[in-house]
């Protein structure tokens, strides 16, 4: 289970990366010059606020389970 567990949890950044990269790549092919502007372009921004989601959905599991095991019963 770990080593299907850590394949799985690696996907998402390998997916990143792979994504910036591919955006890096059709930049410089395109012979434009790389800024902190590009950020915002959606080739960029849709992986990274993936990631982002990705990684909150522990927590707000987490905070789900814990207020669902503190219920009070009557």
């Not at 080593?3 to 990269?21: E, K, L, Q, R, W």
């Not at 790389?34 to 921004?45: M, N, R, S, V």
Request: proline residues 8%; without cysteine; hydrophobic residues 50%.
């Amino acid at each position: 289970t770990y080593i299907v567990a850590t394949f799985f949890g690696i996907i998402p950044g390998t997916f990143v990366y792979a994504s910036v990269g591919n955006g890096l790549g059709a930049l410089f092919d395109a012979g434009d010059d790389p800024d902190l502007g590009i950020i915002f372009e959606p080739q960029f921004l849709a992986p990274l606020i993936g990631l982002a989601v990705l990684a909150v959905i522990p927590v707000i599991y987490k905070k789900f389970q814990k207020s669902r095991n503190q219920a009070p019963s009557a």
